[in-house]
Structure formats: structure tokens, C-alpha cells
């Protein structure tokens, strides 16, 4: 089972699309929130969820007080999972203002080449599968629409390397809880001249 944990839709049984995604461990979700709270990092912020598979991360977020999501996820029954999700979350804000949550069927790497306005906090939780040539240019695209404080939180088997990290990001921090490897990155800090 698949629940918001805190926020406004605390407790929320979300679905599960049937096949082909691997939903974050209610224990891993609730470190990357907790990190996340302790910065203050949630409160109004623009939030991309790639590979959203039941948009849980996202939906967490907007469940605590993001402005907006995006839910960016390819497969299509796993899209109309994300909408359903969405829709019953935002539904749980009742008379609160509601966070806007948009669901986009597309791959992430043609959602991101598309452009967009800045994001101050990204979730990247791809199948394992998704090779790290393809999880570099996934990186390079996203730095283009990273708002200057932003986050981004990417979660992969402890199995797989850590990321080629393209000009723009850099690594922040990196946790293991069991089979689960989280890295945390940041915008590069511009270099100061000598």
C-alpha cells in the first residue's frame, strides 16, 4: 500500500499502476520529506516528478505545500494512475488553497527538451533499467530549468554508479537505506574569479 504519509492529504491511499513501476519505500519517503521539511524546502515550491510511476513524491509534496507539480510519466496507464492520484489529493485540500498538479504523458527526456519555467525541486526516481548515458542527458536537460536554490533528489538501486554529473550540478549528499541509494544534488556554485 502506497499512502501520503503528512500535509493536508495525510494518510491518502494512493494506486499503483498494475506493472512497470517500483513505488518509493514509505521509509525512503519518509527521510527524503524529512530532509526536505528540515530545509524548507517544500512551502510553495515549483516541483518536477520524473518517472512519476504513481506520482507518489510528487503528490507527497504537493500534500505539504507546494505551489505545483508536474507528474511527468511515459507510460500511459501509468499517467492515467497519476491523474486519478492527483485528482483525489487535490480533492483532499477541501476549502485550503489547492496546489496545482499537472500530469504530462511524455518521456522526460521530450518533456524537459520542450523548456519551461524554473523548478525548485525535482524527484528523479527512473526504472532501474535506464541506463547512465541515458541518466547523464536526462541531468543535462534539467539544468536549464533548475531556479537557483533548487534541489534535486535522485533515487536508484545501490547497485548503479553514482551519476556523470553534467556543468550546472553538483552532488550535495548521498544516503543508503538498504537496497536504496538517495544522491541529492544542487546547482553548481558559479566559480569566483582569482
Given amino acids: 500500500m502506497t499512502r501520503i504519509v ?9 494506486a499503483v499502476p498494475r ?4 513505488p518509493t519505500s514509505d521509509r525512503v519517503r519518509e527521510a527524503i520529506f524529512s530532509a526536505l521539511d528540515a530545509r524548507d524546502a517544500i512551502a510553495g515550491a515549483e516541483v518536477l516528478d520524473l518517472y512519476a510511476g ?4 510528487g503528490l507527497e509534496a504537493a500534500s505539504r505545500g507546494a505551489a505545483s507539480v508536474v507528474l511527468v510519466e511515459r507510460n500511459p496507464a501509468a499517467a492515467a494512475v497519476c491523474r486519478r492520484n492527483a485528482e483525489a489529493v487535490v480533492s483532499a ?14 518521456p ?3 518533456f524537459l527538451d ?6 525548485d525541486l525535482v524527484f528523479i526516481d527512473p526504472p532501474y533499467d535506464l541506463d547512465e548515458p541515458d541518466l547523464a542527458r536526462v541531468l543535462a536537460a534539467l539544468v536549464p530549468h533548475l531556479a537557483d536554490a533548487a534541489t534535486v533528489v535522485i533515487e536508484r538501486s545501490t547497485r548503479s554508479p553514482q551519476p556523470t554529473l ?15 541509494v ?13
Fill in 108 to 110: 522526460v527526456q521530450a
Fill in 93 to 106: 485540500a477541501g476549502s485550503a488553497r489547492r496546489p496545482r498538479v499537472r500530469v504530462a504523458t511524455a
Fill in 6 to 14: 503528512s500535509g493536508f492529504a495525510g494518510s491518502l491511499r494512493l
Fill in 182 to 194: 538517495l544522491w541529492w544534488l544542487q546547482p553548481a556554485t558559479p566559480s569566483q574569479p582569482a
Fill in 114 to 119: 520542450a523548456g519551461g519555467a524554473p523548478v
Fill in 166 to 180: 553534467p556543468a550546472g550540478l553538483e552532488l550535495e549528499r548521498e544516503r543508503r537505506y538498504g537496497e536504496t
Fill in 54 to 57: 504513481s506520482g507518489a513524491l
Fill in 19 to 22: 506493472s512497470g513501476t517500483r
